[in-house]
């Protein structure tokens, strides 16, 4: 081991002592600063006195720099300078504060302030004065969401730049009078000075009380999922961690700091009290445990360098190194673009193993020694991949969906997180066809695919230790739409705050299911991903309209078009109400009137919206001309369909696993409604939140177009289409509905009661259906329920994509509407989403209804409830039970 210089690796507390000067020209520019002196001692630190004219610069909130330390409140002219990344959420009139080596945005005193919907959800939960970005200067890469410290939320009293203490550190403060908020006083510092590549956070508390009060400084984090503890420190992974990045923090004892044996203090009537930790980030999460403990103790850390080589790389840059201590799950660090991995770490002997897909584990004892630097030449075999070259039927790149299942005992693979594209569990999406998957050695059955209008290639491949096997392949697009697009209108990444799916993860991942026309559906932000499609090089492939998805304790919407206001709170985006109605209203016209605007309403739950308003269990016509105010709902969205339930409700096992619970059946819901005079759309969504399980692909909406490039798809047209109820709802087959007149779905038509129904079906080679049933009225009529097992003639059409195209003729006494279900009773997703979650579900297809007007007296709904009542709230499981005849 070599001796190593702490001053240029580890950063340490008593690094420099500061002095203060301010100029003239300094203060006519609103700037503080201060220099560098001679490192010193603790014990010999010099403590330099602020000038009267500083304190009045920062109590007029102008400073901007002191020491190497930067302090700047953005404006619009700086807007430019918040860091950014992959979490990013900075606005105007938060707080930078940065220094050589980081950037940290705190959020500024402004209304309704939080990074996003999930941090913290619901009113009085906002977190201004709270640490909502952290990265290494420069690198674009924040990877936190937000650091509450001591549990931070709701209003405070102000935010604005510090500078004081003992070392006359500067940084940022946020105060919270004991008038605010229950009796205690809470001031948070952050604080930064030059060198350090971390903040460090400070509580002070008062029990402002003639009361001892229990007092939180239990410190919050998200949305942290590979995480841990060692001595003390706590730290967590990026979500994706391809994008190298850790963070982790301690209590310290930093200026006398007591340190909490829990998550709560308590605190006599009169006691003040501080608490102290510091955060570091880095670019894995070994690193930032050792600059935490380093912090804490210069002499209980060592440094560790892997330099990561193989025989068919000169460096290896994927791999990362995972240090086994204690109890707790094994830390990672990873190389940099030179395969070397470069950081402190806590003195001691610890397992340690490097790993890289397709590559031999190699494992060893890591000795490290306080002050001095611990080297590991790690060479790593040559890495077993699949080399893919994936084309289109026009022999062009394209994205495309590989799944890997393994064969003959080779183990599963997990590629990833499920929530990325490149590599999630045993799958990978890609926006190109060009591109290498590591895997480990064994035998694997390829599939791929681009949604359900291209066949699937399936193929058997054996991978060798230092393998690279090419895998060439052509998809071919057998189901020809033309004239109709595919759209989802639901779906959502990280900016959403419920998910931490990467955005150009998503993006990928709709262009791979080949969704056509995706509205950006963000939850209660105004946002656009048109440039990261551009980014992607996916224009070719998708298209999109800013919107969002407006989310409460009750019905969401979404929406498009609306303009996104980046430098503002949610981008801009109203605030949700409880009364849908009122929600509806503000939508149709926000930010100025746009008639072609689309609003419609999420998952909906049926029997408030629509039956029972209050939850009373007696019927009261829900909220009244709430139907007028929408153009469509979900039928479907991201799980199985129950188009074809005989009931409203049915029971199944509890969510909890214990005992029994109701479902209720909005599809059968929505046919109830139909029949009393409701005209609203019904749309299948995705609503997706990852990338596999929960990702896009299990419900779509097919829609006429003028042009099937995504590159000319006008939204405006795309609304039309939709707001005259001209859709298709898939999970895979292509249906097309047209009676002889030529009316599709969403359209009326006069007849004297005979009905010519052209119907026809196509279906990939990964997709089958064995049913086509007519619902007149929302009823199963039998004369026009149609099976491979009764009807097998009508099931083998030529060419093989055709699974169905028959002219049906309908004889109906009354006006009808008409809806054609197609559907896989026997079949399911499989094929297409393997071990993912959708697929269980089957495949389906329905139109929206066509309204057939026998007198020609105009169109009437019968007002059948097909032979229920319209199911009221809090339905039990006996009194279901009872209905349903058991």
Not at 134 to 153: C, E, H, V, W
Not at 487 to 511: E, M, Y
Not at 663 to 692: K, M, P, T
Not at 805 to 828: C, R
């Amino acid at each position: 081991m070599n001796q190593i210089c702490f001053r240029s690796l580890f950063i340490l507390p008593w690094l420099v002592a500061l002095s203060l000067t301010v100029s003239a020209q300094e203060a006519k520019e609103k700037v503080v600063t201060r220099e560098k002196g001679p490192a010193l001692s603790p014990a010999t630190e010099a403590k330099p006195a602020l000038p009267q004219r500083a304190h009045l610069a920062l109590l007029a909130g102008e400073v901007s720099r002191a020491a190497g330390v930067e302090v700047i409140e953005i404006g619009t002219d700086k807007f430019g300078m918040l860091p950014g990344g992959k979490e990013a959420d900075g606005i105007v009139g938060d707080f930078v504060l940065r220094n050589d080596r980081i950037e940290a945005v705190i959020s500024g005193n402004l209304p309704l302030r939080r990074p996003n919907m999930s941090a913290f959800y619901g009113e009085g939960n906002e977190t201004p004065g709270c640490l909502f970005d952290l990265t290494l200067k420069g690198a674009s890469n924040d990877q936190i969401t937000i650091f509450s410290p001591a549990s931070q939320k709701g209003a405070v009293n102000y935010v604005k730049p510090y500078i004081g203490g003992k070392r006359q550190r500067v940084g940022v403060e946020t105060m919270v009078t004991a008038a605010k908020k229950d009796g205690i006083s809470r001031q948070h510092l952050y604080l930064l000075e030059d060198g350090w590549q971390g903040l460090l956070i400070e509580t002070h508390l008062i029990n402002e009380t003639d009361k001892e009060a229990k007092v939180s400084v239990k410190d919050l984090w998200t949305q942290m999922r590979v995480k841990g503890t060692i001595k003390g420190i706590q730290w967590a992974d990026a979500i994706n961690p391809a994008h190298k990045c850790g963070y982790a923090f301690a209590w310290v004892q930093d200026g006398g700091a007591t340190i909490p044996t829990g998550d709560s203090v308590n605190l006599r009537p009169g006691e003040k009290m501080k608490v102290a930790r510091f955060l570091a980030v880095a670019e894995s999460p070994a690193a930032a445990v050792g600059l935490v403990a380093a912090f804490r103790d210069s002499k209980s850390t060592g440094g560790v360098k892997v330099t990561f080589t193989s025989p068919d790389e000169k460096a290896v840059t994927d791999a990362r190194v995972m240090i086994k201590v204690g109890d707790s799950p094994a830390v990672p660090a990873y190389p940099n673009d030179k395969g070397v991995a470069e950081f402190a770490f806590i003195a001691g002997d610890f397992d340690a193993t490097a790993e890289d897909i397709g590559r031999d584990a190699v494992s060893r004892k890591l000795s490290i020694a306080p002050g001095r630097i611990s080297d590991w030449d790690c060479t790593m075999t040559k890495r077993a991949a699949i080399q893919f070259k994936i084309v289109g039927d026009d022999g062009e790149d394209t994205p495309c969906k590989i799944q890997f299942h393994p064969r003959k005992g080779t183990s599963k693979v997990n590629l990833g997180p499920t929530d990325r594209a490149h590599g999630c569990v045993d799958q990978w999406h890609s926006e190109t066809g060009d591109f290498t998957v590591p895997l480990p050695v064994g035998e694997y059955r390829i599939i791929v695919t681009r949604g359900p209008e291209f066949d699937a290639i399936t193929r058997d491949v054996t991978v060798a230790a230092g393998e690279v096997v090419a895998f060439d392949g052509q998809l071919e697009r057998t189901v020809w739409t033309d004239g109709w697009i595919s759209a989802d209108f639901h779906n959502h990444s990280t900016p959403s705050g419920d998910n931490t799916c990467g955005t150009p993860d998503r993006l990928i991942n709709l262009a791979a299911e080949h969704i056509e026309f995706a509205p950006t559906t963000e939850h209660n932000r105004i946002y656009d991903w048109a440039p990261q499609i551009a980014e992607l090089g996916l224009t070719p492939f998708l298209t999109t309209v800013p919107g969002m998805e407006l989310t409460g304790r009750g019905a969401h919407f979404n929406t498009f078009p609306l303009k996104p206001e980046p430098m503002k709170q949610d981008g801009g985006a109203p605030v949700w109400q409880k009364d849908p109605r009122l929600n509806a209203i503000v939508l149709r016209d926000y930010q100025g009137q746009e008639p072609d605007r689309w609003v419609h309403v999420n998952h909906p739950d049926m029997t408030e919206n629509f039956i029972d308003r209050n939850g009373d269990g007696r019927a009261d016509g829900g909220y009244a001309y709430f139907g007028n105010m929408l153009d469509g709902l979900e039928t479907q969205n991201y799980r199985g369909t129950n188009i074809l339930a005989d009931a409203p409700f049915s029971i199944g096992k509890a969510r909890t696993g214990l005992g029994k619970q109701v479902s209720y059946h909005r599809e059968f819901i929505w046919l109830q409604l139909l029949n009393q005079g409701l005209d609203v759309w019904g749309i299948g969504v995705a609503d997706s939140h990852h990338v596999y399980g929960n990702g896009v692909g299990s419900w779509r909406t097919y829609l006429p177009s003028p042009s099937d490039d995504p590159e000319e798809i006008d939204w405006r047209e795309v609304s039309a289409q939709a707001k005259n109820g001209r859709m298709i709802v898939s999970s895979g087959p292509f249906l097309k509905v047209m009676t002889g007149m030529g009316t599709i779905a969403g359209g009326h038509e006069r007849s004297n009661g005979s009905v010519l129904l052209k119907v026809s079906v196509q279906c990939s080679n990964w997709l089958d259906i064995d049913r086509v049933q007519v619902l007149v009225n929302g009823r199963q009529d039998p004369r026009y329920n149609y099976t491979r097992e009764k009807n097998p003639e009508m099931f083998e059409k030529k060419p093989a994509v055709m699974r169905f195209q028959e002219t049906l003729k309908l004889d109906l006494s009354e006006d009808a509407h008409l809806i054609v279900v197609a559907i896989g009773e026997n079949e399911t997703l499989q094929q297409g989403f393997g071990t993912s979650t959708q697929a269980s579900y089957r495949p389906c297809a329905y139109n929206n209804p066509i309204f057939i007007d026998v007198d020609r007296g105009g169109f009437e709904p019968n007002y059948d409830t097909l032979g229920y009542d319209l199911p009221v709230k809090g339905l039990s499981v006996e009194a279901v039970e009872k209905l349903l005849g058991r």
